[in-house]
């Protein structure tokens, strides 16, 4: 065999042209090219965020999200904004963070895990949480009664003593059932720290619902007070969970439209996303008409914390023709940049704030108010 004919190219390769249509659908996947980034002396947070859309992997991710906020802080409708947290959020750092997206008018209602609200009323009664190591001597710990949350330390000693605390502003109330908004809004009446996630969403009449509270040192308080009022033949106060789906879902109803943000998954985004699903009760059919979040949970194993935001279309959670993304990427790195970006593109105050006025647990209505 010569020289010339072992080098000649195999058949059906190059040498073999497409069709027509082939051809079409090739150039039109090609059509994109992915940016390198150009990171920059004095580039912006948000500058940073915007260009990651242009990337690929988590970095696409995190700029499709900050797509969808921006999608949904300019929609005329005004949707109502329904913020979900899960993990160690204030442990992390990410109060001050959580709080001006409520203070800015970024965050109509709040569904969190009763431990993030306690680390907040912990931190709002001058306790602090402390630069720690994940390799420490965890047994040394227990004797000193250092609690760890990863890499971070807490003082038991002051955790015992909020519990107690928490449990004593229920004292307060009048005995009977409350809804977690009921009772959290008093206790946030109760603490003067403007830091506070707590006290801003009491001061500014933005509800907080938390549908796991006894699973959270607040929920320790609470049967502290049980049992005080027990002990003394009395009746106590009762989180009430169910007036808390009928509350929360009276909101959804009584909006023009839903947008949810959830940070990691847990409870608040299934309760989140529940709402919308109960209205049926009230005779409404919609979606959330935006959603993102923002998770390292991994999908395969079925899970609700990691299910797509695709899968809850088939639930009717998520509107057929609504605007979401997901990025996995840590909450701790993802959630400052995606705010930075907002707070940059969208000062606040952004939107007008909502007034929500209720009778017990009814929501008479919601109103809209200038900033």
Not at 260 to 273: D, E, F, L, M, R
Not at 333 to 343: E, G, K, N, R, T
């Amino acid at each position: 065999m010569s020289k010339k004919s072992s080098n000649a190219e195999p058949a059906g390769l190059a040498n073999e042209g497409l069709s027509p249509e082939l051809r079409r659908q090739k150039k039109q996947l090609l059509a994109e090219r992915v940016k390198q980034v150009n990171v920059a002396p004095g580039m912006s947070a948000a500058d940073l965020v915007e260009a990651m859309a242009s990337m690929s992997i988590q970095a696409r991710n995190i700029g499709t999200c900050a797509q969808v906020l921006s999608r949904m802080y300019t929609d005329k409708r005004r949707p109502t904004v329904l913020l979900g947290l899960a993990g160690p959020m204030i442990a992390a750092g990410l109060r001050k963070v959580i709080r001006d997206l409520i203070v800015g008018g970024y965050v109509d209602v709040v569904v969190s895990t009763g431990a993030i609200l306690y680390q907040d009323i912990y931190q709002a009664r001058g306790y602090g949480h402390y630069r720690g190591v994940i390799n420490a001597d965890d047994t040394v710990l227990r004797d000193l009664r250092i609690d760890r949350i990863y890499d971070t330390f807490v003082d038991e000693e002051k955790f015992i003593e909020t519990d107690i605390w928490c449990g004593k502003v229920a004292d307060e109330l009048e005995p009977g059932a409350y809804s977690s908004r009921a009772y959290l809004d008093f206790l946030g009446s109760k603490l003067t720290d403007e830091g506070s996630i707590v006290r801003q969403c009491h001061k500014l009449g933005v509800p907080i619902f938390s549908p796991a509270i006894n699973d959270s040192s607040i929920g320790i308080g609470l049967t502290d007070h049980r049992h005080r009022a027990v002990q003394a033949g009395r009746q106590g106060l009762m989180i009430d969970s169910i007036r808390d789906n009928y509350e929360l879902t009276q909101i959804v109803v009584k909006s023009p439209g839903t947008a949810a943000i959830y940070v990691a998954g847990g409870v608040p985004k299934n309760y989140i996303n529940d709402s919308v699903v109960m209205s049926y009760i009230f005779g409404l059919d919609r979606g959330h008409d935006y959603a993102i979040q923002i998770t390292t949970a991994v999908t395969a194993d079925g899970g609700l914390s990691s299910s797509t935001l695709g899968e809850a279309q088939s639930w009717g959670k998520i509107g057929k023709k609504a605007s979401f993304a997901m990025a996995w990427v840590e909450p701790s790195v993802s959630l400052p940049l995606l705010a930075a970006y907002v707070f940059d593109r969208h000062p606040a105050p952004c939107r007008d704030r909502l007034s929500m006025e209720w009778d017990g647990q009814v929501l008479k209505r919601i109103t809209r108010k200038k900033a």
